[in-house]
């Protein structure tokens, strides 16, 4: 698990290192760690060119010094400095010490002909959107050839929610010290992140348990334990579908086939879009009836293009009801969000799974603090959110938030939220806690995602044909974590 963490949280990690240690210490680790990663992307220092854009705080120092490492090894540095009275002062020197230039905003930037810009204009002081000038900076480094590499973060992008206000530096490399900030992994700046480097300063004891995680494929692999010799089709877990209709079978049938490919145990179907389901999956049980004549299960499902009449209504309100997990989709979502309480009165676990206008439906939009938003919902309803998006969150009303690492922009697609609802059904009624089903679920669901995308565009169809071949790659053991 890789913990994600807020400004105030690394910044009070590392007092009491910069108290006991000598001073710079941490800035040398960082710079060290910072020159390495640029080392390796450059495949060699020797004749390349590299252009760091410093601002007027310690982030500008740690360009400063990996940039004098860089020169001390045969690349061309040019120090771009802000604001040139403020520049690091150590750095600075060691910079021109090691045969660095230096250059204002105005000057021969070098930016036209750089290998490689290091984004040091600001990290974890920077306050609200770049100012003009470190804008047009960042506009004049994006339109030349160089590797965009952030220092620490993307200056711009806010470190706790991802929040970019105006423009923010896009980089296709963040070397980030001592622990990866929220904001690299969520909303905007996931975006804006590139692939994240995480470089050790020393940080692991002082750090606080993380209040947000990021699930690796080997954590994942852990919650989707193989079948044993002693399992048989009940223990592995019955879900209960309630999808679709006569009209519009298509996301019963989705999340129907998502259940029966992720644990093929057992899966029952309740509700009007029966032919349908029998028709594409054999291997269901299916009824036309309501959910109490659909048999015993461990969770529902209930939702996915079911409609919100008042027929729709009382079978939310019937699943409800009983004391078994229910993942709430969709349509069941907009029937909820007029009925809150049906949620908020139950012992057993309730997922909800919206999107940025279906969670509106609950009083209040997303914003930009997309891990707030979702924690707040699930503090006030008592249930799991998952809030899908580029980066999908889970929040729970305690506990650490999941931000979801997987996935491709393919997956905004018709019906992919079926899938995921199945998948997140299956997990639940194998018995895996809530919150952990649904992160496991949209882990699994993107990686499901890549796989179908490598083939090109993708429907949701391709995510159902591809769980197999996914769960059993996790299950091997894929080594793969940050910045996938
Ligand atoms: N404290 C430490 O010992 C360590 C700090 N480190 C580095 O230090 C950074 C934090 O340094 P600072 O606290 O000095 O702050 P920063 O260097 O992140 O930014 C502060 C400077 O940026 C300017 N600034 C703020 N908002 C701006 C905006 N919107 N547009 C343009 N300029 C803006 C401010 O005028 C200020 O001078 C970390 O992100 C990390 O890179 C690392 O070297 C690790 C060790
Ligand atoms: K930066």
């Not at 604001?83 to 910079?95: E, K, N, S, V």
């Not at 960042?138 to 929040?163: E, F, K, Y």
């Not at 057992?266 to 004549?293: K, N, Q």
Request: proline content about 6%; charged content about 20%.
């Amino acid at each position: 698990m890789i913990g994600l963490h807020t400004a105030d949280e690394v910044r009070a990690a590392e007092a009491p290192l910069l108290a006991a240690g000598p001073e710079g210490a941490l800035m040398q680790r960082a710079a060290t760690g910072l020159a390495t990663v640029c080392l390796r992307l450059l495949g060699r220092a020797h004749g390349t060119r590299v252009t760091a854009l410093v601002g007027a705080g310690d982030n500008g120092g740690d360009a400063l010094f990996a940039g004098a490492q860089l020169a001390a090894r045969g690349a061309r540095v040019t120090a771009v400095l802000l604001d040139p009275d403020r520049a690091h002062p150590a750095g600075l020197a060691r910079l021109r010490r090691a045969g660095g230039r230096v250059a204002g905003p105005d000057g021969p930037t070098g930016l036209d002909r750089a290998d490689l810009v290091l984004d040091g204009i600001t990290g974890l002081g920077g306050r609200g959107g770049l100012r003009p000038e470190a804008a047009a900076l960042v506009v004049r480094a994006a339109a030349g050839p160089g590797l965009m590499v952030a220092v620490d973060l993307p200056s711009g992008v806010d470190p706790d929610t991802g929040a970019v206000a105006g423009r923010a530096f896009p980089a296709q490399h963040t070397v980030t010290f001592g622990a990866v900030k929220a904001g690299l992994v969520v909303g905007e700046g996931r975006q804006h992140a590139g692939q994240v480097h995480l470089v050790d300063i020393g940080l692991a004891g002082t750090l606080p348990r993380p209040r947000a995680v990021r699930l690796t494929d080997d954590d994942v692999a852990a919650r989707l334990e193989p079948p044993t010799d002693a399992d048989d089709k009940y223990s592995r877990g019955v879900v209960g579908i309630v999808a679709g209709s006569a009209t519009y079978p298509g996301a019963a049938v989705l999340c129907t086939g998502a259940a029966l490919r992720t644990r093929p145990g057992l899966v029952r179907y309740a509700g009007t879009a029966a032919a349908g389901v029998r028709a594409a999956w054999p291997e269901a049980i299916v009824t036309e009836g309501r959910p109490s004549d659909a048999g015993r299960v461990q969770a529902w499902v209930v939702g996915p293009g079911m409609g919100t009449d008042d027929g729709a209504a009382d079978v939310v309100a019937e699943v409800l009801a009983t004391d078994l997990p229910v993942l709430l989709d969709a349509d069941a979502l907009t029937l909820v969000a007029r009925r809150p309480d049906l949620v908020r009165d139950r012992t057993a676990p309730t997922v909800l799974t919206p999107h940025d206008r279906e969670f509106a439906r609950f009083g209040q939009d997303v914003g930009a603090d997309r891990i707030g938003a979702a924690r707040r919902l699930a503090a006030d309803l008592g249930a799991v959110v998952l809030l899908k998006g580029a980066a999908t969150i889970v929040a729970a009303p305690d506990g650490p938030a999941f931000v979801n690492g997987t996935g491709t922009p393919e997956l905004a697609t018709a019906g992919t939220g079926d899938v995921l609802s199945g998948i997140a059904g299956a997990l639940l009624a194998a018995g895996l806690p809530a919150a952990e089903a649904a992160a496991t679920a949209a882990h699994v669901h993107g990686r499901a995602g890549q796989l179908a995308a490598e083939g090109g565009p993708l429907i949701a169809g391709d995510l159902v044909r591809r769980l197999p071949r996914t769960l059993a790659r996790l299950r091997r053991g894929s080594g793969a974590g940050l910045g996938d």
